[in-house]
């Protein structure tokens, strides 16, 4: 059970706070964003989800850059209340559309009936968005979405200067259009995120994908979907099979996941003929499928690196990305970071002749490097050299002091694992109802390092 829940901007002010048990100081708040604001200890720089601080626990999530907080004085299990914030952070993004400071503001009233639903007394009642509208009476004053920056999720969609359908970030699933009427439009989302460690040569000693199916809908009357996947899709791996390899086919298609899971209103009757799942989708945004794959696949960035000692208090070091993946796409918000040895007191920054779109920063308090690109078309290479000057003479071999590598980026309409949505139905009630579909890629860095 939780004590309490509150929301906190990035100031530290008290936008949402619910108090269910009374068994924690009113002045939890102000102590929960001192304590994330200095956080000193275990020489970390972030503040973990969870701590202890006079005997009350504290769990938090950021969700675009807001501080999801719960307290409690019993020993919970954290990954269930991680979860419920994660959850009461979806459920009010579905009922408000943006999900901002400014929103929160002006659905105050609507916030706090959610949370007087979702939990009661501290304990959860429900955090699915369908039951709680039979519940829930207040309408959301609907945000101005053209004032929004341009950053956070529906950056993820941004190919080019071409701008993916992205009104699925920002729409509420209660509220109609003006006029009354509500456009019938249906969302899905292949979101894939990668992890890959290269070694010093150049090798992938250890590739994975964690992808999921996300599905929001906005169609009236919950009509029946079919989602149709790759025909060859495997499931379960030859040499140990998973509790969910259907239909005995693993190791024999083109794409092969580990392990999946599904979403309670899929159905899998036509799943080992035709890789069909049914649905009858709930309003709000939810997971269709959750999937795993360990087989190796080819990276979209290959990186490589050099060090070059240039006497006993210099060096210099060459950063190359490449991008393997087809030109007609697009990377965004790509961060290159390397670890320099904390003797280094200066660098100095050369990029290509003609560089645009791309920053450099040398930071001083952690000795790491960090190389901005605001976009990579595929099959692009691009090239960083950084001089490096010591305030004291090395005595050992640099690499070993300096580095991995690591890169975040975002690829939209592209995904590593070859798994596509074939088809999009959904049961027709008249000849004229014709929904609007979206289907998208997106690939993320989960974790891409490469060792030197």
């Known amino acids: 059970m939780i004590s309490q829940f509150f929301v906190l901007s990035q100031r530290g002010d008290s936008i949402v706070f619910r108090d269910y048990r009374g068994d924690v100081p009113k002045g939890s708040a102000e102590i929960f964003f001192r304590k994330v604001k200095f956080w000193k200890e275990d020489g970390g720089e972030e503040a973990p989800p969870v701590f202890n601080v ?37 459920v009010i993004k579905d009922y408000l559309g943006v999900l901002n400071e400014d929103s929160l503001r002006k659905n105050f009233v609507l916030v706090y009936e959610l949370l007087d639903e979702v939990v009661d007394f501290g304990y959860v009642q429900t955090t699915s968005t369908e039951i709680l509208k039979s519940y829930i009476f207040n309408e959301p004053i609907m945000i101005d979405a053209g004032r929004l920056p341009p950053l956070g999720p529906a950056a993820m969609f941004m190919q080019g200067t071409k701008r993916m359908p992205g009104t699925a970030i920002t729409k509420s699933v209660v509220a109609n259009e003006p006029g009354g009427r509500k456009r019938e439009e249906i969302f899905v989302d292949i979101i894939e995120k ?37 025909e060859d899709l495997g499931i379960g791996r030859a040499g140990g099979r998973s509790a969910y390899d259907y239909g005995g086919s693993a190791g024999s298609g083109a794409v092969i996941l580990d392990d999946c899971n599904f979403h309670e209103s899929v159905q899998l009757d036509s799943f080992d003929v035709d890789r069909t799942l049914t649905l009858v989708p709930p309003d709000g945004e939810f997971p269709v499928m959750n999937y795993r794959i360990t087989q190796e696949f080819k990276p979209p960035f290959r990186i490589n690196t050099l060090i070059e000692e240039a006497g006993s208090l210099k060096a210099e070091v060459i950063l190359k990305i490449r991008a393997e993946f087809p030109s007609d796409i697009t990377a965004n918000t790509i961060l290159v970071q ?5 003797y280094t007191s200066r660098v100095s920054f050369e990029l290509e002749p003609g560089t645009v779109g791309q920053t450099t920063d040398f930071k001083e308090s952690n000795k790491r490097l960090e190389w901005s690109l605001k976009k990579v078309v595929g099959g692009s290479d691009h090239t960083l050299r950084a001089k490096l000057t010591f305030s004291q003479e090395s005595h050992g071999n640099i690499t070993k002091e300096a580095g991995p590598v690591s890169m975040t980026f ?28 979206w289907v998208r890629y997106v690939t993320q860095a989960n974790s891409y390092v490469a060792r030197i």
């Open 338 to 342: 390397m670890p320099l040895p904390t």
């Open 410 to 437: 975002t690829i939209p309409m592209y995904n590593p694992s070859r798994l596509q949505v074939k088809y999009l139905q959904i049961a027709k009630k008249s000849k004229t109802y014709n929904p609007y579909r």
């Open 54 to 90: 006079d005997g009350v626990n504290y769990f938090h999530v950021k969700v675009v850059g807001l501080l999801f907080v719960a307290t409690s004085r019993t020993n919970l299990s954290p990954s269930l209340v991680l979860e419920l914030l994660q959850r009461i952070a979806r």
């Open 194 to 230: 990668i992890s890959i460690t290269f070694s010093s040569s150049g090798y992938i000693l250890t590739s994975e994908i964690d992808g999921t199916i996300q599905m929001k809908s906005y169609l009236t009357g919950n009509p029946e979907i079919r989602l149709a996947l790759n």
